[in-house]
Nanobody, 122 residues
Framework: QVQLVESGGGLVQAGGSLRLSCAAS????????MGWFRQAPGKEHEFVAG???????VYGDSVKGRFYLSRDNAKNTMYLQMNSLKPDDTGVYSC????????????????WGQGTQVTVSS
């Protein structure tokens, strides 16, 4: 059973940066395609970024050029570096393992972490 734990969220001013971590236990992390999603109050879940086993990344349009996703297989951890943060980036950020086909669809993911709150003040 895969377990994921997110950390690194917090309150930051617009223009600032945060780095989120997603630590995995159970299974073989290097075999997983991983993703981040976020949900703002009253809004649908939004795909943020995904990373393949070879380290290649895919980003949602709203974060492209500002966020950077990486993974450290030796530490069983994925990192989301978030720069130039905007108030619209506020939400609960959750990581998960892709078990389906479509990288950008939440339904393709399982083994969700509990989420970490990111709040960007204007």
């Amino acid at each position: 059973q895969v377990q994921l734990v997110e950390s690194g969220g917090g309150l930051v001013q617009a223009g600032g940066s945060l780095r989120l971590s997603c630590a995995a236990s159970g299974g073989t992390f290097s075999n997983y395609v991983m993703g981040w999603f976020r949900q703002a109050p009253g809004k649908e879940h939004e795909f943020v970024a995904g990373i393949f086993k070879d380290g290649s990344q895919v980003y949602g349009d709203s974060v492209k050029g500002r966020f950077y996703l990486s993974r450290d297989n030796a530490k069983n951890t994925m990192y989301l570096q978030m720069n130039s943060l905007k108030p619209d980036d506020t939400g609960v950020y959750s990581c998960a393992v892709r078990v389906g086909i479509l990288l950008r669809r939440r339904e393709s993911y399982d083994y969700w972490g509990q989420g970490t709150q990111v709040t960007v003040s204007s």
